[in-house]
């Protein structure tokens, strides 16, 4: 069964650092697309960051210089490190892995909270 | 960057009764490799986004044949030819044509 399991979410004050994880199960995670979206609470789903299988890296303007997307294929993990962090990141941060070759999302995980507040 | 506008914002439905969300692209999402890459997902209350169809009108698997996409170019519409009660939630379209992706605002389907 394919499974994405995020965590590393948390309160953190603004002006701080987290590092997301999404251990990925099931598949084989060197071959797929990897994404991480999030939602801010009450509101629609924002695209933050992909990653190619060629390390290839994208990211939303809001967060591009100061929030670094990596996978280690490994260990079959997908990372967010969030720097800078703003009140506006405040949100759940989900992962998801596209269908080969479809560019379409078709599994995600369950979110990570992350609070940036003081 | 791509903006997608959705309308309706919010869509009461009649069980039983159909449903269509439109979505409009800024600009054409068709690709240089010749595909259009719009996919359309849902997210019920409380749950994470499911991908429903991709390129347009291709339903993934293990989505009801009620569910149906349609268009081109920059002009989209998925359709729900029978509104069930599980389909309450948010539908949004997406385009994953350029590498910067992009969600529409969501649309909220709701039974009357």
């Known amino acids: 069964e394919v499974q994405l399991l995020e965590s590393g979410g948390g309160l953190v004050q603004p002006g701080g650092s987290l590092r997301l994880s999404c251990a990925a199960s099931?598949?084989?995670?060197?071959?797929?697309?990897m994404n991480w979206v999030r939602q801010a609470p009450g509101k629609g789903l924002e695209w933050v960051s992909t990653v190619g299988g060629g390390r290839d890296t994208y990211y939303a303007d809001s967060v591009k210089g100061r929030f670094t997307i990596s996978r280690d294929n490994s260990k079959g993990t997908l990372y967010l490190q969030m720097n800078r962090l703003r009140a506006e990141d405040t949100a759940v941060y989900y992962c998801?892995?596209?269908?080969?070759?479809?560019?379409?999302?078709?599994?995600w995980g369950q979110g990570t909270l992350v609070t940036v507040s003081s | 960057d791509i903006v997608m506008t959705q309308t309706p914002l919010s869509s009461p439905v009649t069980l039983g009764q159909p449903a269509s969300i439109s979505c409009r692209s800024s600009?054409?999402?068709?690709?240089?490799?010749?595909?259009?890459?719009l996919s359309w997902l849902q997210q019920r209350p409380g749950q994470p986004p499911r991908l429903l169809i991709y390129k347009i009108s291709n339903r993934f698997s293990g989505v009801p044949d009620r569910f149906s996409g349609s268009g081109a170019g920059t002009d989209f519409t998925l359709r729900i030819s029978r509104v069930e009660a599980e389909d309450v939630g948010v539908y949004y379209c997406m385009q994953t044509t350029e590498t910067s992706r992009s969600f529409g605002q969501g649309t909220k389907l709701e039974i009357k």
């Open positions: 099931g598949f084989t995670f060197s071959n797929y697309v």
């Open positions: 600009q054409s999402l068709v690709h240089s490799d010749g595909n259009t890459y």
């Open positions: 998801a892995k596209d269908v080969v070759g479809l560019l379409a999302p078709d599994c």
